[in-house]
Structure formats: structure tokens, C-alpha cells
């Protein structure tokens, strides 16, 4: 049996202390812990900008045989550093998975679904010569400056995932083997952490995505501050609050604030 090189033992240790530092934020600050994931992996590679991605399958069987991405659909999306991105582009960005042409990295991006799986632009992943000559590469990289992206998805389930992904801008220089590698490792281990993620957005589990009011409401509940404090920190009142309350049970197919928080412990999906 091998001993680990010099360089892979840092890595290691880097890795771990990313992921006790990622356990700290609790599940009502999962957009903070969010924010400090892509910001400290991007740091690490050298990315300008970093984006959570969460799916879900919406159709299967024969109807997602005849849908162009299979029947998955993005439903939430977050970028760590919005200025770099035009709010016009990341609209459009939506409307990708409800195309009848989503792009060649978006179906290459879908072909493993259901398998964790992590690549690049430069890696092979699609035929980028022919990617180039596209509308949509032209659209979504080449005008924002974007040379490279690195993809790293994680199935938390056969209807959900999570997916992080890492944009080199403004030079040539593609991610190296060692990038996708590291950034690889550092999200393969936290399925935990994924699962909050698509958890908090009503993704998986819940009956409908929550509207921003009602993930307000969540992250608030799940802080343990009671519906009148919550109600002042929000700037609502109590009947609201609680109306707001009962909208995020119902949502995810609770009785009540005991159960809802069980959910964040527990693997039911």
C-alpha cells in the first residue's frame, strides 16, 4: 500500500478542515454555508465566479423519454458573485431546461444523471471545436469572457440533484487535472451538505418549490426563535407569520414545527 505524497496529504488536510468548517453553519444559515463553500473553493482554483445549481426530475418513464433533457428541470439557482453575471443572462439561464435546444454542456451535463460525476470544458466532456460554433456557447461563454467551467453534481436522490459549478473568466487557462480533482473531492464527501441545500428550496421532498417569503420563513424556523420573533424579524405580523408558518408545513407534508425540523436530521429523501 502506497503512502500519500506531501502534496495529497495537504489536500487532505485542507478537505477536512473545509468540511468542520462547512458543519458549523446550521441548517438556518445553509445560504451562508453556501456562499462560503463556492467562495473558498473558488479561492483554491483560481475561479473568478462559482454557482449552486439544484435539479429535479419532473416527468420519467416514456414522457421523459420524449423530453429533450429527460424530464429534469432547474429549479433553483445561486451565483456567488452576481455582478460578473448579467441578470438578463441568468434569467436565461432558466429558461434553458425549458428548451427544445438546452446547449450541448447542458445534455452533456445530464447524460450521467442519477451518478456523481465531476468534468470540464477542457477535459473532453463535449466536442468543444463543434460547442463553439453554437448560439449558445457564444451566448453563455464566449460574451461573458468564461474560457472554462468545471461541473461537479451530486445525485442526493434518483429525482434530485445538487451541483456546484466553478468559471474561469478572462484568460485562456483552462482548469487543470488537479483543480477538478481537488474541488471534486471537497464536495464528494458532504452528502449531507447537498441534501440541506436542495432541502431548504422545497427540492426533493417538499410538494412546490418555496417562494423566497416562504425560505425566509424555513431558515427563520429552523433557527428556534418562536413565531413572535420571528414574526419581528421579518417584519410581520404575528398572524402572518404563522400564516407564512403553516404555508412551509404544508409545503413539506408536516404537522408541525417538530416535524418539519426532524426533516433536516433524518434521510427521507
Same mark, same amino acid.
Given at each position: 500500500?502506497?503512502?500519500?505524497?506531501?502534496? $495529497?496529504?495537504?489536500?487532505? /488536510?485542507?478537505?477536512?478542515?473545509?468540511?468542520?468548517?462547512?458543519?458549523?453553519?446550521?441548517?438556518?444559515?445553509?445560504?451562508?454555508?453556501?456562499?462560503?463553500?463556492?467562495?473558498?473553493?473558488?479561492?483554491?482554483?483560481?475561479? @473568478?465566479?462559482?454557482?449552486?445549481?439544484?435539479? #429535479?426530475?419532473?416527468?420519467?418513464?416514456?414522457?421523459?423519454?420524449?423530453?429533450?433533457?429527460?424530464?429534469?428541470?432547474?429549479?433553483?439557482?445561486?451565483?456567488?458573485?452576481?455582478?460578473?453575471?448579467?441578470?438578463?443572462?441568468?434569467? @436565461?439561464?432558466? /429558461?434553458?431546461?425549458?428548451?427544445?435546444?438546452?446547449?450541448?454542456?447542458?445534455?452533456?451535463?445530464?447524460?450521467?444523471?442519477? !451518478?456523481?460525476?465531476?468534468?470540464?470544458?477542457?477535459?473532453?466532456?463535449?466536442?468543444?471545436? !463543434?460547442?463553439? =460554433?453554437? &448560439?449558445?456557447?457564444?451566448?453563455?461563454?464566449?460574451?461573458?469572457?468564461?474560457?472554462?467551467? #468545471?461541473?461537479?453534481?451530486?445525485?442526493?436522490?434518483? &429525482?434530485? $440533484?445538487?451541483?456546484?459549478?466553478?468559471?474561469?473568466?478572462?484568460? &485562456?487557462?483552462?482548469?487543470?487535472?488537479?483543480?477538478?480533482?481537488?474541488?471534486? @473531492?471537497?464536495?464528494?464527501?458532504? /452528502?449531507?451538505? *447537498?441534501? =440541506?441545500?436542495?432541502?431548504? *428550496?422545497?427540492?426533493?421532498?417538499?410538494? $412546490?418549490?418555496?417562494?423566497?417569503?416562504?425560505?425566509?420563513?424555513? !431558515?427563520?424556523?429552523?433557527?428556534?426563535?418562536?413565531? /413572535?420573533? #420571528?414574526?419581528?424579524?421579518?417584519?410581520?405580523?404575528?398572524?402572518?407569520?404563522? !400564516?407564512?408558518?403553516?404555508?412551509?408545513?404544508?409545503?413539506?407534508?408536516?404537522?408541525?414545527?417538530? $416535524?418539519?425540523?426532524?426533516?433536516?436530521?433524518?434521510?427521507?429523501?
Amino acid at each position: 500500500m502506497g503512502h500519500a505524497t506531501k502534496e $495529497e496529504t495537504t489536500t487532505n /488536510k485542507r478537505v477536512f478542515s473545509f468540511w468542520d468548517d462547512l458543519s458549523d453553519f446550521g441548517p438556518e444559515s445553509v445560504d451562508d454555508a453556501m456562499h462560503y463553500c463556492m467562495g473558498r473553493l473558488s479561492a483554491w482554483i483560481g475561479a @473568478q465566479n462559482a454557482y449552486w445549481i439544484g435539479t #429535479i426530475r419532473m416527468v420519467d418513464g416514456r414522457d421523459a423519454s420524449l423530453d429533450a433533457l429527460s424530464g429534469w428541470r432547474l429549479r433553483a439557482l445561486h451565483t456567488l458573485y452576481p455582478h460578473l453575471t448579467h441578470p438578463r443572462r441568468l434569467k @436565461q439561464a432558466r /429558461k434553458v431546461f425549458d428548451s427544445t435546444d438546452p446547449g450541448m454542456s447542458t445534455l452533456a451535463a445530464l447524460a450521467s444523471a442519477g !451518478q456523481f460525476r465531476s468534468y470540464s470544458l477542457g477535459t473532453g466532456m463535449l466536442d468543444l471545436e !463543434q460547442y463553439r =460554433q453554437t &448560439d449558445h456557447y457564444d451566448y453563455f461563454y464566449r460574451k461573458p469572457g468564461i474560457c472554462d467551467r #468545471i461541473w461537479v453534481v451530486f445525485p442526493v436522490n434518483v &429525482d434530485a $440533484e445538487s451541483c456546484f459549478c466553478f468559471d474561469r473568466i478572462g484568460d &485562456d487557462v483552462w482548469f487543470s487535472a488537479e483543480d477538478i480533482e481537488v474541488v471534486t @473531492q471537497a464536495l464528494r464527501g458532504i /452528502k449531507w451538505f *447537498h441534501r =440541506q441545500l436542495l432541502l431548504s *428550496h422545497g427540492l426533493g421532498l417538499a410538494s $412546490e418549490k418555496l417562494m423566497p417569503a416562504e425560505r425566509r420563513m424555513a !431558515q427563520a424556523l429552523l433557527s428556534g426563535a418562536s413565531e /413572535k420573533v #420571528i414574526a419581528e424579524r421579518l417584519g410581520l405580523t404575528p398572524a402572518s407569520a404563522h !400564516q407564512y408558518a403553516s404555508m412551509v408545513y404544508r409545503k413539506y407534508g408536516v404537522r408541525g414545527r417538530s $416535524e418539519f425540523m426532524s426533516l433536516w436530521v433524518n434521510n427521507r429523501f
